[in-house]
């Protein structure tokens, strides 16, 4: 996979994209990702990438041109599966399309800033639009962190062991259940013992048993 970033702060993918499984999957060629700096396709002497709002109003819009230029040099080189543009008006990220963008080949995505980008970026190049949850973020560059680290860990080879992402939160519709390792007591706060039985199948129906309940319990939305 192949992850063009779009932005005004590529430094600040430096640190989520550098450590941990994102980096061992890019070490591995499992991933590719591309930060470009909106800043250097500005054809002002200012290199200003922003302006006034048409509409009045506090805030500064991101223009199209320079965005224009970047998307299409891109496009020219290779096709994209999605253009993404993160902003807290579209839909919200979940495990499912987490899942559905792991088996793409070419993603671009796009980060917000200000009051947004001029409307007809969004009309003319966008395909999909994702927010990462109901609050305002300083701009779209954390979502497309979160966005792509959802998506990376879920490409084949990603993860050494490739069941564990199978097993986490939400893969099937279900929270995790609870995790325990040694010691198996630990100032007397004790292991459930069906977890030292060595009965595999018991262990089995325990952790569905305890992902349901906690799911009840936490997401009852989630049984639906
Ligand atoms: N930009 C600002 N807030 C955001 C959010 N919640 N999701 C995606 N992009 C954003």
């Known amino acids: 996979m192949r992850i063009d970033i779009l932005t005004l702060f590529p430094e600040m993918f430096q640190g989520p994209f550098s450590e941990s499984i994102i980096k061992r999957a890019q070490d591995k060629g499992v991933v590719e990702i591309h930060c470009h700096n909106i800043r250097d396709y500005s054809t002002n002497k200012h ?19 320079p965005i224009s230029i970047l998307i299409e040099k891109l496009k020219a080189e290779r096709d994209y599966d999605e253009i993404i543009y993160t902003t807290p008006d ?16 070419n993603l671009m995505i796009l980060c917000g800033h200000y009051k947004g980008v001029d ?16 609050y305002v973020l300083t ?21 050494s062991d490739e069941t564990s992402a199978l097993t986490d939160s939400f893969q099937d519709g279900l929270l995790a259940p609870p995790v325990y390792t040694r010691p198996a007591e630990f100032k007397g706060w004790k292991v459930p013992d069906i977890l030292l039985s060595g009965d595999d199948k018991k262990v089995e129906a325990w952790k569905e048993q305890q992902a349901y309940e906690r799911t009840k319990q936490r997401r009852p939305d989630l049984l639906k």
């Not at 987490?98 to 793409?104: E, G, P, Q, V």
């Not at 409307?119 to 109901?134: C, F, K, N, P, T």
């Open 47 to 65: 290199k200003k990438v922003d302006d006034y709002a048409f509409s009045g109003g506090a805030g500064m819009v991101m223009s199209i041109e």
């Open 90 to 105: 579209g839909q919200t990220l979940n495990q499912g399309i987490a899942n559905r963008l792991s088996l793409k080949g």
């Open 139 to 159: 701009g779209g560059e954390l979502a497309a962190a979160v966005i792509s680290d959802a998506i990376i860990r879920l490409i084949p080879g990603a993860i």
């Open 119 to 134: 409307q007809r970026v969004r009309d003319h190049y966008i395909s999909m639009e994702l927010s990462i949850g109901d």
